[in-house]
């Protein structure tokens, strides 16, 4: 497919460009019609397997005036302003805050906002060097063979200070940056993910506080207080988890969730460790069990992927393992 670009657009301010190489999807009208069984289909879990959106999928590449510094949510803006006011993406408050427009950067999750063109954009590695054949070698590697991964990796991970610069537009050629919806969930166009799936398995764990609703008193018997005190110590233990914006990043990354495996996955068994941890809550045993199911901690493998990618900083991974330790010891 042909690379738009920005011509038509004021780009003199512009130091260099990128290629946002884009994998897109448009959707087509689901037809009504009666499926027969199939005995060998995999019976469906509660907190696993969704029907797939059938349509047409293609790879577009945009090549795009940036500055170094901007975000990729940026750059996605200005196309769909300046080039093609057809793709589609989800974004809202554009810091970091709400966790919507989660997709996947050179296959690893993250957020568009948060995400930096230079820290992104990557140079192609050269085609493996092949005999006249056209067959590439394979086997033990070899010192020519070790080099030239090396000068490879060397060349992809160039900086836009050493960048090449365009021959036409006398531009920093930063290189190439790949977007892909979210792993794991359903598209529903473009880089849009659909992520009802694990805002559902959140919400089947109660993420609220769950207590007897006595309130503190005074010796007259009267209410002295409408909320329930907690110390700082006590809030020390699960502030952190309160920091999570439910973007599915880490679901994303779970080798188990994305692959499609039956998994409540890791942002809800991290929403579930904030109210256990919480010493207001009151429901500990209720909450231990509900994830104590094939579906819940025993179809976690401990890859700890999940723990990499958290935009907030959250060692996903290791809260995670700590609560499986919490649900084998009671």
């Keep these: 497919m042909t690379t738009p670009t920005m011509e038509q657009s004021d780009t003199s301010t512009y130091d260099a460009q990128v290629t946002l190489r884009v994998h897109r999807f448009s ?4 037809k009504k019609r009666e499926r027969k069984s ?16 059938r349509g047409k999928s293609w790879v577009q590449e945009y090549t795009v005036p940036v500055h170094a510094d901007d975000s990729v949510l940026d750059t996605l803006l200005r196309i769909k302003r300046d080039i093609d006011p057809t793709l589609a993406f989800r974004y809202s408050c554009g810091h970091g805050m709400c966790g919507s427009d989660a997709v996947a950067i050179n296959g690893s999750p993250t957020l568009l906002c948060t995400a930096i063109i230079r820290d992104m954009a990557h140079r192609e590695p050269a085609a493996p060097v092949t005999d006249n054949d056209g067959f590439r070698k394979t086997g033990p590697a070899t010192d020519e063979a070790a080099t030239a991964v ?3 990796a060397e060349t992809a991970a160039v900086s836009a200070e050493e960048a090449p610069r365009d021959e036409a537009t006398g531009r920093l050629d930063l290189g190439v940056i790949e977007l892909a919806p979210l792993p794991g969930f359903p598209v529903q166009r473009d880089l849009i993910a659909d992520i009802d799936q694990m805002l559902e ?10 207590h007897n609703g006595e ?9 002295d207080v409408f909320e329930y005190l907690q ?36 942002a809800a068994l991290i929403n579930q460790a904030r109210f256990v941890r ?17 579906d819940g901690i025993a179809a976690c493998q401990s890859v700890r992927a999940c723990s990499r990618p958290c935009p907030k ?8 393992w700590q609560l499986i330790a919490q649900v084998k010891e009671r």
């Design 215 to 223: 309130l503190a008193t005074t010796k007259d018997g009267k209410i």
């Design 231 to 266: 110390k700082p110590e006590a809030l020390a233990k699960y502030e952190i988890l309160t920091n999570c914006i439910m973007c599915g990043v880490c679901e994303g990354a779970c080798p188990v969730y994305s692959g499609g495996e039956a998994f409540v996955g890791p």
């Design 201 to 210: 398995q959140i919400k089947k764990l109660k993420p609220y506080l769950m």
């Design 38 to 53: 199939n005995p060998f289909a995999r019976k469906s879990s509660p907190f696993g397997g969704s029907h797939r959106p």
């Design 27 to 30: 959707p087509r009208a689901e």
């Design 150 to 152: 090396a000068e490879a």
């Design 278 to 294: 919480d010493d207001r809550d009151q429901a500990t045993e209720e909450r231990l069990e509900a994830i104590d199911t094939a």
């Design 313 to 320: 900083g959250i060692d996903v991974g290791e809260e995670i």
